[in-house]
């Protein structure tokens, strides 16, 4: 048997990769357009497995995904395929719109026509499984409640709006023709492969440079941290044993404001790599302008899962932070490719100016 995952050269669709032919033998078809965000690197060890079918093409591409879906007849579609960083999506919305709402159009339309084509027992076996953010649901007061299934839907920033827009395609293509979709929303994800413009990444590789440590605002906007390996077992069990139709929301129950998160982090390069100059990476801590329409907290209530499908994560804060860490002095050859000049022109445009705001 076969699965069609999209986005899988990205942090965390290489991560569900590698997770997925670990834990056995299905082969794995693997349709990416290697933006600046898709690396072949990450996938470097699983060259000469045949297990493993690298496709390079968009998911916006209905003749391409036809193809796809006839030649290999996956017994699912796992799209994690998305311009996915918010900072980018307000310098420049263009993309988010057209790969996460357009390219998820085309690619539900694509899965659709392959699909009323099967005959009944493969039909009612496929799925269609959309990875999506708690974003979608706008940002909580200090008190509120975490985001459960039944909150509405409230995105604050285009690349939130984008996946709320594809989130709702989803739905709607299960209503309206009956395709067997699942969605899952999760919250902030680390660890290794992920690409040094998000938080964590971009600090680790920042303090082992002697630069600054970017802290947008006040630093006390709250996230919830989940290990990306904890991630991919959620949607595994999702793929498994989900109901068609139902969305499930992913998190690690570990909220944390950013300066905490920071703060961890140098604590632990602290101690498995000291800094050349003496003092403690926090000294590089630098606050810098705000983001523009900066969701103040995101809270995931993960009660669904666990009650239902009895998954909870494996990591802690603390456990997924200092693999994390140790993944990344280990690994500099992988940041050294991947920041390429397309990395380095948003490096400089995004902090050059003094922060998020630019
Ligand atoms: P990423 O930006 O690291 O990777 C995205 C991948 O999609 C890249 O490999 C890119 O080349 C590919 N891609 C982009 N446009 C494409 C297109 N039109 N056709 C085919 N491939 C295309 O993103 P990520 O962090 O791995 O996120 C994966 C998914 O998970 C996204 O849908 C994102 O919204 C969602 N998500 C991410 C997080 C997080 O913390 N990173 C949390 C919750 C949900
Ligand atoms: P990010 O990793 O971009 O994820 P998201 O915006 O999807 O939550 O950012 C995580 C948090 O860290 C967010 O509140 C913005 C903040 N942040 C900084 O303070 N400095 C930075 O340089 C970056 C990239 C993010």
């Known amino acids: 048997m076969t699965i069609l995952v999209t986005g899988g050269a990205g942090f965390i669709g290489n991560?569900?990769?590698?997770?997925?032919?670990?834990?056995?033998?299905?082969?794995?078809?693997?349709?990416?357009?290697?933006?600046?965000?898709?690396?072949?690197?990450?996938?470097?060890?699983?060259?000469?497995?045949?297990?493993?079918?690298?496709?390079?093409g968009d998911i916006a591409d209905r003749a391409l995904i036809a193809?796809?879906?006839?030649?290999?007849r996956p017994r699912a579609v796992l799209n994690f395929a998305a311009e996915s960083h918010v900072d980018r999506s307000i310098h420049g919305p263009s993309e988010f719109i057209q790969t996460n709402i357009i390219g998820t159009f085309q690619l539900l339309e694509a899965?659709?026509?392959?699909?009323?084509?099967?005959?009944?027992?493969?039909?009612?076996?496929?799925?269609f499984l959309h990875v999506s953010t708690d974003e979608v649901y706008g940002s909580l007061g200090e008190n509120d409640p975490a985001f459960r299934e039944t909150n509405a839907y409230q995105p604050n920033s285009p690349?939130?709006?984008?996946?709320?827009?594809?989130?709702?395609?989803?739905?709607?293509?299960?209503?309206?023709?009956?395709?067997?979709?699942l969605t899952t929303n999760c919250s902030n994800n680390y660890g290794p492969y992920h690409f040094p413009e998000k938080l964590i990444p971009l600090v680790i590789v920042n303090a082992l440079a002697g630069k600054p440590l970017p802290i947008y605002g006040d630093g006390r906007q709250v996230r919830d941290w989940l290990y990306v390996r904890d991630h991919c077992s959620a949607i595994r069990r999702v793929l498994d044993r989900g109901v068609p139709g139902e969305t499930y929301n992913i998190g690690g129950w570990n909220e944390k404001t950013n300066l905490e998160v920071v703060q961890v982090l140098c604590r632990t390069l602290d101690e498995l790599a000291?800094?050349?100059?003496?003092?403690s990476y926090a000294a590089q801590i630098s606050f810098v302008a705000d983001r523009p329409g900066h969701d103040r907290r995101y809270a995931i209530d993960a009660g669904r899962i666990e009650k239902e499908l009895g998954w909870r994560p494996a990591e802690t804060f603390d456990t997924g932070i200092r693999k994390t860490v140790r993944w990344y002095l280990d690994n500099r050859a992988w940041v050294e490719e991947v920041q390429s000049g397309a990395y380095r022109e948003w490096?400089?445009?995004?902090?050059?100016?003094?922060?998020a705001g630019g």
């Open 159 to 181: 690349y939130s709006a984008s996946k709320a827009a594809s989130d709702h395609l989803v739905r709607a293509w299960h209503h309206t023709y009956g395709l067997p979709v």
């Open 67 to 72: 193809r796809l879906l006839a030649a290999h």
């Open 274 to 279: 000291p800094a050349a100059h003496g003092s």
């Open 15 to 56: 991560n569900f990769v590698h997770d997925w032919l670990a834990a056995g033998d299905e082969r794995v078809v693997n349709l990416d357009k290697l933006t600046y965000a898709g690396n072949l690197s990450s996938l470097a060890d699983l060259r000469g497995d045949e297990r493993h079918v690298f496709v390079h």
């Open 347 to 355: 490096i400089s445009r995004q902090y050059e100016r003094g922060g």
């Open 111 to 127: 899965v659709r026509d392959h699909w009323s084509g099967l005959g009944e027992a493969e039909r009612g076996a496929f799925r």
